[in-house]
């Protein structure tokens, strides 16, 4: 039987060895039922953007100027396997900056009729940073209406869904279903190891 409490421990107890101890991982259930977020002793402010809403929440330290936030809601499915719903979404910034840049977010979403994104997938985010201290600097407005224009010529790149575990090489489909326990507690280990040994790399 597929056991959210039982996942959400197993996760808890397998992806710990991932922060330092002075984080103390724990994702840990909020009101609303069946509904997970991270938390520990090393937490700050950040925002977070998804779906296209800009919500305030608090990240953990996970290793030099990284923080994450995670996030898991289970829900009734016509299944035996509950419709789940899996975030993890990486910062970057000082303790003190509440305008820690959103780097990347990887998700899972697994439900009855999900036949359109790929499963699991990746969300970028871009950098714009250098755009926003330009706007700052120059009260010139042609400028800023010129940024505008050359904006408006790009896409909204956190909008594509990047596909993680595409089986195009075996003519297989880009969705992954969710099927049992392990397959997610498996997927966050992999998860937090590849990423953090790339973010290493690129430092």
Same mark, same amino acid.
């Given at each position: 039987?597929?056991?959210?409490?039982?996942?959400?421990?197993?996760?808890? !107890?397998?992806?710990?060895?991932?922060?330092? +101890?002075?984080?103390?991982?724990?994702?840990?259930?909020?009101?609303? !039922?069946?509904?997970?977020?991270?938390?520990?002793?090393?937490?700050?402010?950040?925002?977070?953007?998804?779906?296209?809403?800009?919500?305030?929440?608090?990240?953990?330290?996970?290793?030099?100027?990284?923080?994450?936030?995670?996030?898991?809601?289970?829900?009734?499915?016509?299944?035996?396997?509950?419709?789940?719903?899996?975030?993890?979404?990486?910062?970057?910034?000082?303790?003190?900056?509440?305008?820690?840049?959103?780097?990347?977010?990887?998700?899972?979403?697994?439900?009855?009729?999900?036949?359109?994104?790929?499963?699991?997938?990746?969300?970028?985010?871009?950098? !714009?940073?250098?755009?926003?201290?330009?706007?700052?600097?120059?009260?010139?407005?042609?400028?800023?209406?010129?940024?505008?224009?050359?904006?408006?010529?790009?896409?909204?790149? +956190?909008?594509?869904?990047?596909?993680?575990?595409?089986?195009?090489?075996? !003519?297989?489909?880009?969705?992954?279903?969710?099927?049992?326990?392990?397959?997610?507690?498996?997927?966050?280990?992999?998860?937090?190891?590849?990423?953090?040994?790339?973010?290493?790399?690129?430092?």
């Amino acid at each position: 039987m597929f056991d959210p409490k039982k996942i959400i421990s197993k996760i808890n !107890n397998s992806c710990k060895n991932y922060f330092p +101890k002075e984080s103390m991982f724990l994702l840990r259930p909020i009101r609303e !039922n069946n509904r997970y977020i991270i938390s520990g002793k090393y937490l700050e402010k950040a925002i977070n953007n998804y779906n296209n809403d800009h919500e305030e929440v608090k990240v953990l330290w996970w290793f030099d100027d990284f923080w994450l936030y995670i996030e898991i809601r289970f829900q009734k499915s016509e299944t035996d396997i509950p419709n789940t719903f899996i975030s993890l979404s990486v910062f970057q910034g000082n303790d003190s900056d509440n305008n820690k840049k959103q780097l990347l977010r990887a998700e899972w979403d697994n439900f009855d009729d999900n036949d359109i994104h790929p499963q699991p997938h990746w969300h970028i985010y871009s950098d !714009n940073s250098f755009e926003k201290t330009f706007v700052e600097m120059i009260d010139d407005d042609s400028f800023a209406d010129l940024l505008n224009e050359e904006k408006s010529k790009g896409i909204d790149l +956190k909008r594509i869904h990047f596909a993680m575990n595409g089986n195009w090489g075996t !003519n297989g489909s880009h969705i992954h279903k969710i099927s049992d326990e392990d397959t997610i507690i498996n997927w966050f280990q992999g998860l937090l190891g590849h990423i953090k040994s790339q973010l290493e790399y690129v430092k």
